[in-house]
């Protein structure tokens, strides 16, 4: 065997379900933002909790538990492909939030009438993209996860032109604190939450099945409980849900008149 073969063969590799997984998370949550939009508008209901709280922490906690996600869905991999998995995974995670933003201010800009403009912005974004991967992945000390950190910076970039944008296409102004800051401050304590819940697992069990899910449960239950305590998610919010009334009763959230 050449030495090339032998340097190739000894590369870590990123297999298929890792970035397979990734996707369908990232698909998920954007699809998720476009629907809730979409159901606002032409039903008049005020979907965007629903939205920012559900995908935000999505993210933050794909982020969070990236290593030990990445050891369920591939029992498989050995140190060398895990340790270049979990980066990766953490920034997509980090990149769904900027890909539904983006998602959200393009549906929000074409209902207002402006049908070029989100594209521009996207093209813009997808150069931006092309340019950040060609010089990151070249490092050797990032390679492949370069190209994960080129999708936030190519993400971010399309949420700040369409944020400029958006001043003067969009007269009403949006909830920011609801809509953002307050899911936003949610998802961070859930984080932090989850990042010492699994320390201490990790301390009790070997179990990467049982860190994971452990973390996991953890995470949606403080997540829950602060996305109520902030007050996050309005009674039109829940009616939104299936048997959304029933849910609001159970959670103690009372229609504002």
Same mark, same amino acid.
């Not at 954007?30 to 909790?49: H, I, M, P, Q």
């Not at 449960?217 to 109520?228: P, S």
């Given at each position: ?79 060398? /492909?895990?340790? %270049?998995?979990?980066?990766?995974? +953490? ?5 769904? @939030?900027?890909?539904?933003? #983006? $998602? ?101 069990? /070997?179990?990467? %099945?049982?860190?994971?899910?452990? +973390? ?5 239950? @403080?997540?829950?409980?602060? #996305? $109520? ?29």
């Amino acid at each position: 065997m050449s030495n090339v073969s032998k340097k190739k063969s000894s590369l870590p590799t990123v297999q298929q379900p890792a970035a397979r997984w990734a996707f369908v998370l990232a698909v998920c949550a954007s699809l998720g933002v476009v629907v809730s939009y979409y159901w606002r508008v032409f039903y008049g209901l005020d979907a965007r909790g629903v939205s920012a709280a559900g995908v935000t922490g999505l993210c933050v906690g794909l982020a969070v538990l990236a290593e030990p996600i990445i050891r369920l869905l591939a029992g498989n991999y050995g140190p060398e /492909s895990v340790a %270049t998995a979990t980066p990766i995974l +953490a920034y997509l995670g980090i990149a769904v @939030v900027f890909n539904s933003t #983006v $998602l959200l201010f393009n549906a929000i800009m074409q209902a207002h009438g402006d049908v070029t403009t989100p594209v521009v912005n996207m093209l813009i974004g997808g150069i931006v993209k092309v340019i950040v991967n060609y010089i990151l992945v070249a490092i050797p000390s990032l390679n492949i996860i370069g190209a994960a950190i080129g999708t936030i910076v190519c993400y971010v970039t399309i949420t700040v032109l369409d944020l400029i944008a958006m001043r003067r296409t969009v007269t009403t102004h949006p909830a920011v604190a609801r809509n953002l800051i307050r899911p936003a401050a949610a998802a961070a304590i859930m984080g932090a939450a989850t990042f010492f819940a699994e320390a201490v697992l990790r301390r009790v069990t /070997s179990s990467n %099945t049982i860190i994971c899910l452990g +973390a996991l449960v953890i995470a949606v239950i @403080v997540y829950a409980i602060f #996305v $109520l305590v902030l007050q996050c998610i309005t009674y039109e919010d829940c009616l939104l849900l299936p048997k959304g009334e029933k849910i609001a009763k159970i959670l103690h959230i009372k229609h504002k008149t």
